[in-house]
């Protein structure tokens, strides 16, 4: 009982908190993207006159890094929590040290049928 309940926390802490790192760290490296793009008015521009990006105030900048970031992040975690996961669990049994990451049910072989007259 034990065994299968740490076997479970392992399981979701994997889960979760692979999928929600990766979101979150490909999400804050995507606020680079606004930068690329934009700028703010300041005094290494000269108040966006010499400069070659599109100049947006400081408030729509922020909002912009912001809402870039929210979404890149959420679709990384999607990709992660959804299909690799599922990616995973095709790999994973193959493993000698990963195999308790299996449900014990994919592991068990299927049940005769001739026993209860199908």
Request: proline share 3%.
């Amino acid at each position: 009982m034990k065994i299968k309940l740490l076997r479970k926390f392992l399981e979701y802490v994997y889960n979760n908190y692979v999928g929600n790192f990766l979101g979150f760290v490909i999400g804050m490296a995507s606020t680079r993207l606004v930068s690329h793009y934009f700028t703010t008015r300041s005094i290494r521009n000269l108040w966006g006159l010499t400069a070659h990006k599109t100049v947006v105030d400081k408030h729509t900048y922020n909002t912009m890094e912001w809402t870039i970031s929210i979404v890149i992040g959420f679709i990384v975690f999607e990709i992660v929590s959804k299909w690799l996961k599922k990616k995973l669990s095709e790999i994973l049994p193959k493993y000698k040290f990963t195999q308790w990451l299996v449900e014990a049910e994919d592991k068990a072989p299927p049940a005769d049928t001739t026993e209860r007259g199908l």
